[in-house]
Structures are given as structure tokens and as C-alpha cells.
């Protein structure tokens, strides 16, 4: 199961921290990502973070702005981002891969907007 959390309506500039706590398989072997999906839109890969966290990628459009993150010891993935603007208006969604399985959260809205 993955939860997400920390969306919610923010300013153009701000900034919001997104978490999804994992639980119901091995969280520190399994790689993370979170995917995002605006309104009219496909579904999008925003941010990746392998099992140990060791390495990253970052969609074109969030870097620089966005940091993916992960405690292995609180099986919680984050996703920092900083210079929100309206193009980044979306659901937000936290995916695992654990071995072929493969996990979705449910999704947490973020808002961009004055």
C-alpha cells in the first residue's frame, strides 16, 4: 500500500513537500517514483529514485526545482518541490516497483494558483 501526502493549493513561486509512506512489501529494495496527471492530460513521470538512493532522474520540466528523496528507514519517499508554477497543477502519484509488482498510491492533488 502507498499513501500519499502534503498536497494542497499553493502560490505561484511556492513550494510543497509531497510524502508516501509504502508498507505491505520490502520498501528499501524497491525503486520509487512519482508520476503526475493535469487536468486533459497523460499521465507523466516527474522523478525517480533507485532502492538505495542512489541515483535519480528528473523529468526535463522539474529540474532543477523538484528533489526526490527517500528514507529507507521510515519507507517514505518525498518529493521537494520548489518554484511551483499553474503547469504543475496535477494529481500527483506515488509508484513502487518491487521486483514485476508494481504499486500505485491514490493520488494527492496539488494546485497552483493565485
Known amino acids: 500500500q502507498l499513501v500519499e501526502s502534503g498536497g494542497g493549493l499553493v502560490q505561484p513561486g511556492g513550494s510543497l513537500r509531497l510524502s508516501c509512506v509504502a508498507s505491505?512489501?520490502?520498501?528499501?529494495?524497491?525503486?520509487m517514483s512519482w508520476y503526475r496527471q493535469g487536468p486533459g492530460k497523460e499521465r507523466e513521470l516527474v522523478a525517480s529514485?533507485?532502492?538505495?538512493?542512489?541515483?535519480?532522474n528528473y523529468a526535463d520540466s522539474v529540474k532543477g526545482r523538484f528533489t526526490i528523496s527517500r528514507d529507507n528507514d521510515k519507507n517514505t519517499v518525498y518529493l521537494q518541490m520548489n518554484g511551483l508554477n499553474s503547469e504543475d497543477t496535477a494529481v500527483y502519484y506515488c509508484k513502487a516497483r518491487f521486483g514485476i509488482r508494481i504499486y500505485w498510491g491514490q493520488g494527492t492533488q496539488v494546485t497552483v494558483s493565485s
Open positions: 505491505g512489501f520490502t520498501f528499501s529494495s524497491s525503486a
Open positions: 529514485i533507485s532502492s538505495g538512493g542512489g541515483n535519480t
